[in-house]
């Protein structure tokens, strides 16, 4: 249960990864764009609808979370101890950021998903990139954080 559970959550955070990308990149370029028809394939990655992105990717965080949650103690209790006697300590301390970061993400969402209902105004441009990519920091540290802890000692 537990080992699919944390494929689960993996697969998750792939999606979540994916979606906060694309949008993050679509916004970061939006006011570079010209008028000419582009083909190459980072232009076609950040042309995305980036409005469209902000309800799956609130929902996939707190799935996402959820699914971590349900993960915690397994690690608590089989996977900190571990890493406690081979003195792990660096991954012990990324881990425990990682914790904060992603209770962070979670207070953030509701701002988050505020700034991205329709309709959009451009006043608000700013701050909604400044959140989505706040946003994907947090989900890219978590991600990263959680696959290389994985590796040292996986469940």
């Known amino acids: 249960m537990i080992v699919a559970l944390l494929i689960f959550h993996g697969l998750l955070a792939v999606a979540l990864l994916g979606a906060l990308t694309h949008q ?3 916004v970061a370029s939006s006011g570079a764009r010209s008028d000419r028809r582009s083909f190459s394939f980072f232009d076609r990655f950040r042309s ?11 929902l996939m965080f707190a799935v996402t979370a959820l699914c971590g949650a349900l993960l915690y103690p397994k690690y608590r ?8 006697d081979l003195q792990l300590r660096a991954p012990n301390g990324i881990f ?14 509701p701002g988050y998903w505020f700034f991205w209902r329709a309709p959009l105004a451009p006043e608000q441009a700013r701050t909604r990139r400044n959140l989505t990519w706040l946003l994907a920091f947090l989900v890219w540290w978590a991600f990263l954080t959680g696959h290389v802890l994985n590796n040292i000692k996986g469940l």
Not at 49 to 57: D, H
Not at 97 to 109: M, N, P, Q, R
Request: no cysteine; charged share 15%.
């Open 24 to 26: 993050a990149l679509s």
């Open 48 to 58: 995305v609808n980036s409005a469209a992105y902000a309800t799956p990717v609130v």
């Open 77 to 84: 209790v089989d996977v900190r101890p571990a890493l406690e």
């Open 96 to 109: 425990e950021i990682k914790e904060h970061l992603v209770a962070v993400g979670l207070g953030i969402l």
